[in-house]
């Protein structure tokens, strides 16, 4: 399986964000994405999922065209910056509508076995944040947009999530976009940088400094 | 049958103000009719304006699971519709 997105162009208002992109990702690969803040990374995810509408794009897969919005495909899952499970829902629940396994849940994540009866409200904003990537990589998609999964997660716990991510690439298509470099890179078989509006396949971290993103 | 009860899991937030507002415009002696439409309309107002109020959707979680927003909000209307009608019913039964 193979989703390529081209020949976008994206404004807000007259500013413009991104123009004349290409990207590419396949089944059983990691791409890592990388990009000065506000340069577009986040823009770039939510146009291949769909929430987002610009003037131009072409989203193929397997070289097929695909009109509507990917994620009214259902192919597609999506972990957003913020926090996107509903508050007045019991975990349970949560992991009952994604049909995932709870019992699996808690043999990776022990801690949480207290949790299953409870609302997301109870969780702090980091146990939030594992409950929520732990959803999205399991879920029944066969693409995973993944953006800044890392954040707000204690070390130990990133290399758990390091291991589930690439438990799941031999299944799926995986999108990363994180600032934590280090663990993107370790994990990554193919690199984007997003810069000037354009993206720019890479291959390494001495292009990251090329490129502007580290000293 | 997966989409129905996701649908139903999105309703549930709406579900006790809708019943307060379905004995609100009962005792008052609102129409059915104008009740539903009064409430078809504050409920795509809401589900727009959190929409648009800020860069976090409140619908990823469903759009991960293919839901779209339209389709939500129609289930939303044929839900609270049913309900509508329900309570109504056990008002004019019971009072």
């Given amino acids: 399986m193979k989703l390529e997105l081209d020949n976008v162009e994206l404004n807000y208002g007259d500013k413009s964000i991104l123009k004349s992109v ?11 994405v990388f990009g000065r803040n506000g340069s577009g990374k986040t823009s770039l995810l939510e146009i291949i ?9 072409l989203i193929r897969i397997n070289k097929k065209p695909i009109q509507k919005k990917l994620y009214k495909t259902g192919w597609v899952s999506y972990l957003p910056q913020y926090h996107f499970i509903p508050t007045h829902l019991r975990l349970k629940t949560i992991f009952s509508v994604y049909h ?43 693409i995973l947009l993944l953006d800044e999964p890392f954040s707000n997660i ?21 999108v990363i976009s994180d600032h934590f470099y280090h663990d993107v890179l370790a994990i990554s078989d193919r690199l984007y940088m997003v ?21 | ?61 469903y759009q991960n699971l293919g839901l779209s927003l339209r389709y939500l909000f129609l289930s939303v209307v044929v839900f609270d519709a049913v309900l509508l009608k329900i309570c109504y019913a056990v008002f004019n ?3």
């Fill in chain 1, 22 to 32: 290409y990207f590419s990702a396949e089944k059983n690969e990691i791409v890592g």
């Fill in chain 1, 49 to 57: 999922f769909g929430s987002v509408s610009p003037k131009y794009k």
């Fill in chain 1, 195 to 215: 810069n000037e509006k354009r993206v720019f396949e890479i291959e390494n971290q001495k292009e990251l400094k090329n490129h502007g993103y580290l000293l």
């Fill in chain 1, 100 to 142: 995932i396994s709870w019992k699996k849940f808690i043999q990776t994540f022990e801690d949480f076995a207290i949790y299953e009866n409870e609302k997301a409200t109870v969780l702090s904003g980091g146990e939030l944040r594992i409950v929520e990537i732990y959803l999205v990589l399991f879920s029944k998609t066969k």
């Fill in chain 2, 93 to 95: 039964f019971l009072l």
């Fill in chain 2, 1 to 61: 049958m997966q989409k129905f009860k996701l649908s139903l899991v999105f309703y549930t937030q709406f579900l006790w103000v809708s019943l307060f507002a379905n004995f609100f415009f009962y005792f008052i002696g609102i129409p059915i009719i104008v009740s539903l439409s009064a409430k078809i309309a504050f409920l795509g107002f809401f589900i727009f304006w959190r929409k648009i109020k800020d860069e976090k959707s409140p619908y990823v979680f």
């Fill in chain 1, 154 to 174: 204690a070390p130990l716990q990133i290399e758990k999530i390091r291991e589930l991510i690439k438990e799941q690439k031999s299944q799926k298509i995986i």
